[in-house]
């Protein structure tokens, strides 16, 4: 059974993006480019809500072809081209998409039929929205999370009216030396 993973950089207090989803405050450098770019590249499915998905769509298919582009953005162009892509949303439609599914409807049914489906994990990228629905239906699997080092007092929370708890087991850590800690967890459930 593949795995659902929610990726998200996360700030000590529990935010993944200010009061108006900005995300400034996250910080990311080679050696983390390098990390994540290591795991992802042994992913075949990217999990998205609507507006993660069109902010990726609109800088990614063409980041690796622009003069001097980093080896980072070379490396996830092409990644991301290969992908499969998943998307929660109730106003976008396939037509015209490459490579992407859209889902807006029976979303615990549909998730958990691709669940079955042969493959790798399933990393979920950012997507606070598309988290908070599929954490109410107990479908995430993981949370592969970067603790960046900033305490916002407000703004979008990864968890949000949680109504049961949910135990999780740590697989690994990792420091990196611009101060963001990694956390690994996998869902406890028994």
Known sequence: MRKIISFMHIS???FVAGPKGEMNWIKVDQEIFDHVGKRI??????????????????YWPTAGD??????HDIEHSQWY???????????????????TTIINDNLSNRISEIKKESGSEILLFGSPRATHSLIQ???????????NPIILGQG????????????LKLLTTRQFTNG???LNYIVDKP
């Open 12 to 14: 000590l207090d529990g």
């Open 41 to 58: 590249s042994e992913t075949d499915t990217a999990l998205y809500g609507r507006v993660t998905y069109q902010m990726m769509e609109s």
């Open 66 to 71: 622009k003069p001097g582009a980093s080896k």
């Open 81 to 99: 081209e290969k992908a499969r892509k998943l998307v929660l949303s109730k106003t976008m439609k396939e037509k015209g998409l490459t490579n």
């Open 137 to 147: 239906l107990d479908l995430i699997d993981g949370y592969w999370l970067f603790v």
């Open 156 to 167: 979008i929370p990864l968890f949000t009216d949680i109504k049961k708890q949910t135990k």
């Open 180 to 182: 963001v800690t990694e």
